[in-house]
């Protein structure tokens, strides 16, 4: 396994998602991949998560993501999980808004044509009580940025 495809794989969620592209988002995962949403949604299937995509895009201006890969875990061949922290910069707005941070977690699975999501999960990065974990996460996240 290569840790640098699977990164890859996040790298093309992350871009399709910035780039409001809901086919192309939908298109890193497998037929019956799952994801949930920051806010707790479920998306069964490459199908209901491209249309659900395609409904945000259209009635939402939405934000840029920014990720930094924490780990890419082998759990079994052709499986691996990936871990990463995200933050997010609004539409029309120049910094992160660090209420946004998240954890995400990929499970990617190898096929015949290459890898693809089997779950994405993306979990905000709340922090209750640690403050000065929050400012540290958005401070990493400010840096990190391209």
Known sequence: MSDGEVEQ???TILDAWNARDADRY?????????????DGSQLDGRDAIASSLRSIFAHHQTGKYVGIVRQVQP????VAMLRAVAGMIPHGEQDLKPELNAIQTLVAVKGDDGWRAAMFQNTPAAFHGR???AKKLSDELRANRS
Not at 26 to 38: E, K, L, S, T
């Open 9 to 11: 794989l996040y790298r």
């Open 26 to 38: 939908a298109a890193a995962f497998m037929d019956d991949g799952h994801a949930v949403g920051f």
């Open 75 to 78: 759990l079994a061949s052709g």
């Open 131 to 133: 403050p000065e974990d």
